[in-house]
């Protein structure tokens, strides 16, 4: 038996993993095999014996098929932390072309309008995933539901603002034509700035591959960007690729001579590689650390960030 699905994430493509186990996007290992043993409980043939052999049959498929890929997939710290750049990068694209979304249950429709779709996200799968196991026949379209709120949660955490549907368009089970929900036009530097904001809080958290994903990104948009420049540089260091990092910290320098983050940088390198310190300026900036708010370098996220030690 194979099982379709032409909602959420699976309409392009992608084999929506967390939609399946109904566990969000940024669930740890722990909690992915905590959820991943209760579905595995629910379908095992032990579980299934006032069933009928069509029943048994369907259940031992969906652990076959959609479980246990999926948890192999999430389970794996490598595979999961691919899968979900690729989940950032597909929120990203899908923002950019300005796709139209379909809503096909209220929840959904609060997801993409609240404010705290964050909370709004984890709460629904949380319903969800209570009872999405108990009636098999009903499974494919629980799932499908997952993926729809995995796909608005993917938007709205890559910037996509959804204009507000009125009543009449909150569709019930089944989709209907109706005018796509789009927002206005970001701005490029918008788009930029919410790169480096959350490249800034992946390298607060030592997520030093995500940050990277992100800040190549936005310098695709905005190559001359020297805070850009800086933070890449950052990554790079932090992840010991000295001559990566010097690159990038040069260039940010080249476009501001005065970028606190890539003077600090370079001076650290020049300090690892017992080279001779370029000026006394720049030691003065690395030591103080000041920076004016809103500028790259010096305080806050980035004092200390090359001289902690690495988690």
């Given at each position: 038996m194979s099982f379709k699905f032409n909602r959420g994430l699976f309409k392009y493509d992608f084999i929506d993993h967390h939609a399946v186990l109904c566990v969000p996007i940024d669930a740890d290992v722990k909690e992915i095999r905590k959820r991943y043993l209760k579905i595995a409980r629910c379908l095992h043939?032990?579980?299934?014996?006032?069933?009928?052999d069509a029943e048994k049959e369907l259940a031992n498929e969906l652990l076959s098929k959609l479980v246990n890929p999926a948890?192999?997939?999430?389970?794996?710290?490598?595979?999961?932390?691919?899968?979900?750049?690729?989940?950032?990068?597909?929120?990203?694209?899908?923002?950019?072309?300005?796709?139209?979304?379909?809503?096909?249950?209220?929840?959904?429709q609060e997801l993409a309008s609240a404010p705290n779709y964050e909370h709004i996200y984890k709460s629904s799968l949380a319903q969800i995933a209570e009872t999405q196991y108990d009636s098999l026949q009903q499974v494919q379209d629980i799932i499908a539901l997952a993926s729809e709120l995995n796909l608005v949660y993917i938007?709205?955490?890559?910037?996509?603002?959804?204009?507000?549907?009125?009543?009449?368009?909150?569709?019930?089970?089944?989709?209907v034509n109706k005018a796509p929900v789009t927002s206005p036009p970001q701005k490029k530097d918008s788009v930029v700035l919410q790169y480096i904001r959350r490249a800034q809080d992946f390298i607060s958290q030592n997520q030093l591959t995500q940050a990277r994903v992100e800040l190549q990104d936005?310098?695709?948009?905005?190559?001359?960007?020297?805070r850009c420049h800086s933070l890449i540089g950052v990554v790079y260091l932090k992840q010991n690729l000295t001559t990566s990092a010097k690159v990038h910290f040069n260039r940010a320098l080249q476009l501001d001579p005065k970028d606190q983050?890539?003077?600090?940088?370079?001076?650290?390198?020049?300090?690892m590689t017992g080279l001779k310190p370029s000026g006394a300026k720049r030691t003065a900036s690395f030591h103080t650390g000041s920076q004016?708010?809103?500028?790259?370098?010096?305080?806050?996220?980035?004092g200390g960030l090359f001289g902690g030690k690495k988690k």
């Open positions: 043939p032990d579980s299934c014996k006032d069933e009928t948890y192999e997939t999430l389970s794996h710290e490598k595979q999961r932390m691919e899968h979900i750049i690729i989940l950032s990068q597909m929120g990203k694209r899908l923002v950019q072309e300005s796709i139209s979304v379909e809503f096909s249950t209220d929840v959904v938007m709205r955490s890559a910037g996509k603002i959804f204009a507000a549907a009125s009543p009449a368009e909150i569709l019930t089970n089944a989709p936005a310098l695709k948009l905005e190559p001359n960007n020297s983050t890539a003077l600090a940088g370079r001076l650290k390198i020049e300090q004016q708010p809103g500028k790259s370098g010096g305080g806050g996220l980035f």
